[in-house]
């Protein structure tokens, strides 16, 4: 396959063609000719209807994305692993200019570092690879990314993090979760001078989300008082807050997930000043309901709920979810108090994040001021015109009265 005449050729639509020459990468199955037998994951050569070349992709057989594009170049199978390898020294080299106060980010994402369909993420010595598409499961292209990752990262491990729902959609057969290299799949990392467990392979997956690294710095900057940090998981939030905070409420409906917050908080009480913390598993919308009804009080307030809008079409409900919460929360806040409320929907954008924050605010009575508006750590960076590749808002603000 070294030569170009066997990389296959796949006809855009005008739309399709449109949407690359606009910037993005990708281009759904509904807008280009049903392609005769592509295999699964190969690179492909995209041209328009007239022939023009709009560059070489990768191809899914499965998904509705079904090429992701990779360069405005024709290149051929023999090329695509140096270009990988250019691409992840790349990634690697950004990150070691803008990472600061972490052993743990991101170290590709995908799209955003022109690796369509590759995530890697580092926790200190264990690195996680996740292959997003039938492209990176291949058998060569996964051990282009290892061997690069190896030369980048002699000492450290690398565990391959498997979602089976992604799997299942790019129809791609089960794999477990699995040492890929090196010795280690469990560690522990450090954010922001707070310590986390982490375990790649174990029974209770641990881990943190990466993306909310620097937005944990910022409620530490601005937390004070008495903390209530809902949906916590394994205490992201709720043990930066405590570095700053008499007392941290730490909530969440996992049990297993709480378990960790609790052996994290362990690993921390000895080292720093940490606050009391209290670990609690309930559903933070009763429990929200229960104390804004019972006139409980707060300083400090975290809201970094689960995606609630997974589609569009889910967004009115999703946006009905985040007002119910932020309005209790801002009813609760004290003069001063501080609101730290994050959305990871992609389907919910900033200004319809704060419009809803807005309409809260006006409900619960308060007035209230932006402090900052923020997005995803700088290791998961936005690529403009792959709108997709911005999820998360993050939005600081403070109540006046
Ligand atoms: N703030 C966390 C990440 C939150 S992820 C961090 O920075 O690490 C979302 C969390 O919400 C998960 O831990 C999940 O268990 C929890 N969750 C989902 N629905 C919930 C509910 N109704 N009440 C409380 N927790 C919930």
Not at 200 to 220: I, M, P, V, W
Not at 244 to 268: F, K, R
Not at 343 to 350: A, T
Not at 377 to 398: F, M, R, W
């Amino acid at each position: 396959m070294s030569d170009s005449a066997a990389v296959p050729a796949i006809t855009v639509n005008h739309r399709g063609a449109a949407r690359l020459r606009g910037g993005h990468l990708w281009v759904y199955r509904s807008d280009l000719a049903p392609p005769a037998e592509v295999p699964p994951g190969a690179l492909v050569h995209v041209r328009d209807r007239r022939g023009r070349k709009l560059g070489s992709a990768l191809y899914s057989s499965a998904s509705q994305i079904t090429i992701r594009l990779l360069t405005s170049e024709e290149i051929t199978e023999a090329q695509l692993p140096t270009l990988l390898r250019e691409r992840i020294a790349g990634a690697v080299k950004f990150r070691q200019n803008i990472v600061r106060d972490s052993d743990s980010y991101r170290v590709i994402f995908s799209e955003a570092d022109l690796l369509p369909g590759l995530i890697v993420d580092r926790y200190n010595d264990v690195f996680t690879m996740q292959a997003l598409t039938q492209a990176f499961d291949r058998d060569d292209l996964r051990q282009t990314v290892i061997e690069a990752l190896a030369e980048h990262f002699p000492e450290c491990s690398l565990v391959e993090r498997v979602d089976a729902h992604i799997r299942e959609l790019e129809q791609l057969p089960e794999r477990p979760s699995q040492l890929l290299r090196g010795d280690r799949s469990s560690t522990i990392f450090t954010m922001n001078a707070v310590r986390f467990h982490f375990d790649g392979l174990g029974g209770q997956k641990t881990g943190a989300f990466l993306d909310q690294r620097e937005n944990y710095a910022a409620a530490a900057r601005f937390g004070h008082g008495e903390a209530l940090d809902c949906f916590t998981y394994q205490g992201g939030f709720a043990l930066h807050l405590a570095r700053v905070c008499e007392h941290v409420t730490g909530v969440d409906s996992s049990l297993p997930a709480l378990q960790v917050a609790e052996q994290n908080e362990q690993l921390n009480r000895a080292a720093h000043r940490c606050g009391e913390i209290e670990w609690m598993e309930a559903n933070a919308f009763d429990l929200l309901k229960d104390y804004a009804t019972a006139g409980r009080q707060y300083d400090t307030i975290v809201l970094d709920p689960p995606a609630f809008a997974k589609t569009k079409r889910s967004l009115p409900t999703a946006l009905r979810g985040y007002k119910e919460l932020n309005l209790r929360a801002l009813k609760m806040l004290r003069p001063s108090g501080v609101l730290v409320t994050c959305s990871c929907s992609f389907h919910v954008s900033e200004a319809e994040f704060l419009g809803m924050l807005g309409a809260a605010a006006a409900d619960a009575g308060r007035r209230v001021r932006i402090l900052e508006k923020r997005s995803q750590s700088d290791d998961h960076p936005v690529l403009l015109n792959v709108t997709e590749t911005g999820y998360l808002k993050c939005i600081v603000v403070n109540v006046i009265q």
